[in-house]
Structure formats: C-alpha cells, structure tokens
C-alpha cells in the first residue's frame, strides 16, 4: 500500500495547472524526501518518464532531489528535445547533478577552492541539515581568509538556526557580533568569535532569545542611544559625550558599534578614545600598522588617551 507521501506525489503530478507558479514545478514534490528507499526510487522513475513528454517541471523537479541517475536522461533531452524550453532546462539540471556535493568535496573546495567556489560551497552547505554540514559553515564562519565568504557562512548559518531576522542592522546585539566577526582587526575579530562560538552553544542547547539578548534593540527607547543610531546612519551629528554614562548592555553595545566601525571610521577613532574604551587598544595598535582610512595621528592620539 502506498504511503500518504507517495500519494501526496501522485496528486501533485496530476494536478492540473491553474497558475503560472504551477508551471515551473509540481505541487507536493517535497514528499519525495519523506519516502522510503523503494518509493522513492519508483517516484524517481516516474519523473524520468515524464522527461520523454518534455515536461521541464519534472527536469526541475530531478535536479532538486539530487536524482543523479537522471544526467543521462537528462543530457538526452538537452541535446534531442524540439522544445528549446526544455532544452535549456535540461541542460541545467544535468549540470547542477553533476557537481558533486558530497561533504568531502564541499571540504575540499572550501579548503583549496578559489572565491567564488568556496562561497557556492557554503551555499551548498546551506541545503545540508545534518551537524556535519553545520559544522563545515562554522570553519568557514571562523577560518576563511575572505570576509565575503565568511560573511555569507554566517548568513546561511544565521538562516539555518532561524537567527537571520534576530541580525538586523545596528538595530541588535546579533549583528555587531556579524560585523566584529568580519573585522579585518585580528584582535576585534577573536573577541567576536568567542562571543559568537558561546551564543551558538546555548541557542543550540535551547536558550530563549530574551535570556541571549536577542530580543534587544538599541532602539526600544528615546535616549542616547537612539540620537547615537541616527548619528551612524548620518542622519544627525552626535556628541559622542552623551554617551559616557552609559552602563550594562547600553555601554556594551556602543563598544561594539564602535569597534566594528574601528578600521574605517575616524569618529569612531575618536569616540573610543573620548569614551575610554580600553578594548580598543589592541585593536587601534593593530590598525596603525595596516591604516588607509583612519589618519594615523588620530590612532596615535587615542593610544596616548587610552594608556594614559
């Protein structure tokens, strides 16, 4: 007897098609993923069938299934069907079948891959839901040389852990740890990473996100810390001084604002140095050996400031 999953499938592929969406796949179709070995097979077979009907849907629907017994079928019809749609979809799903996509590969691609096949590496990865594929996006959140890359790690991890929305944009406590993550200061950086590595062990274990800090917001109240994020998207100059009387998770906050804006920004230079940052030591010494955007006799008045 077929399970609900098979017939779920069966009912989407005769479907009839009502809408444009209906054309570019079956409904249903994630039931192949909760079928057993034999029914998953026949459901694939099923789909290879319709491929002799030239129906792209279910060339489309093979390659996200990962059918890999399919590139043959599949470089037939690129190369033989009279239906140009169907060709080209053809010939793209055997392509996207032919990378391979096992976790070693992906290993070796993050690990000697140039650019741009490390970042699809961590797309991939980002189809994979098992702690092996977690794993492999947090060496490249932690280890890759380019910031684009482990910019986007973190992202897809973001997204897999349902933390994407928690990372909005100065707004939270989750995005300075993203920017400070991708600091190009090796001191910044570290001290966001061992921030990061322990948020990631207690949202894993089941922290609730108002206990994580996750639920706050630089923003929930009128007060400095508001004028201060109208100051950071330009829309207002701020006396940095409002801020000294900060404490707690306010005062951390701005530190972290301010060290991930350290590299590039002289106000921000200037602001730690005003405010008395003694995290920002390493950092600005760090910084005057490699500066670009920051003069170096700010960094230097700050040093002299900070270890006075």
Known sequence: MASEHFTAFLAGL???VSSREDLDGFPN?????LMDDDERVAAEDILMARLADDDARAARALAGIRCVRAVPALVERAAWSSSATMRDVAFWAAA???????????????????????LQAVLDLGERY???????????????PEPVVRGAALDTLF???DLLLDAEPFHSMLDLVRRRVLSPLPSVRLEAETELRELLDQWTAGQPRRRLGLAWRADSREGPLVDFLRGVYG???????????????????????????????????????????????Q?????LAVTENVPAADIEAALRRLEA
């Open 235 to 281: 829309e207002s100059p701020f006396d940095y001084g409002r801020l000294t009387g900060l404490t707690g998770r306010d005062r951390k906050w701005v530190e972290d604002v301010l060290l991930s804006e350290l590299h590039h920004a002289p106000d921000a230079v200037r602001a730690v140095a005003l405010l008395g940052v003694r995290r920002a030591v």
């Open 29 to 33: 179709i994630d039931a192949l993923f």
């Open 159 to 161: 997204a897999r852990l």
């Open 14 to 16: 005769h479907a009839p």
């Open 96 to 118: 996207e079948l032919s990378v391979d996509r096992r976790l070693t590969a992906l290993l070796d691609r993050l690990r000697d891959g140039d650019v741009d096949a490390r």
């Open 283 to 287: 950092p600005l010494r760090e910084l």
């Open 130 to 144: 098992d702690p092996e594929g977690r794993a492999a996006l947090e060496i490249a959140v932690f280890t890759d």
